[in-house]
């Protein structure tokens, strides 16, 4: 499975942005999928996951202001983010598991900077 990322930029505290995810290769056998995020020193942390029924899960931090979707169609997956907080600064990157043995794939990440 390969992953594209993008979307990523420069906003003020309280703007959205839109990432997007593009997926090829063995998608079929994609079992779940995600964004995560790496701030500057620290740890690459969980966002949103959605799995292949549309079910969801976000991090306390994000609810009510992010939102991960997924365009079967398209093989594409989103994460919109609105009233971004500096906080949000970081490497954002997609992330799907796939196969029997749920095998990590990851995108290339997309900046996200939020300024106060």
């Known amino acids: 499975v390969q992953l594209q990322a993008s979307g990523g930029g420069s906003v003020q505290a309280g703007g959205s942005l839109r990432l997007s995810c593009a997926a090829s290769g063995s998608i079929e056998s994609i079992n779940l999928m995600g964004w995560y995020r790496q701030a500057p020193g620290k740890q690459r942390d969980l966002v949103a996951l959605i799995t292949n029924s549309g079910g969801t899960n976000y991090v306390e931090s994000v609810k009510g202001r992010f939102t991960i979707s997924r365009d079967n169609a398209r093989n594409t997956m989103y994460l919109q983010m609105n009233n971004l907080k500096p906080e949000d600064t970081a490497v954002y990157y997609c992330?799907?598991?796939?196969?029997?043995?749920?095998?990590?794939?990851w995108g290339q990440g997309t900046q996200v900077t939020v300024s106060s």
């Open positions: 992330n799907v598991r796939a196969g029997p043995t749920m095998r990590n794939f």
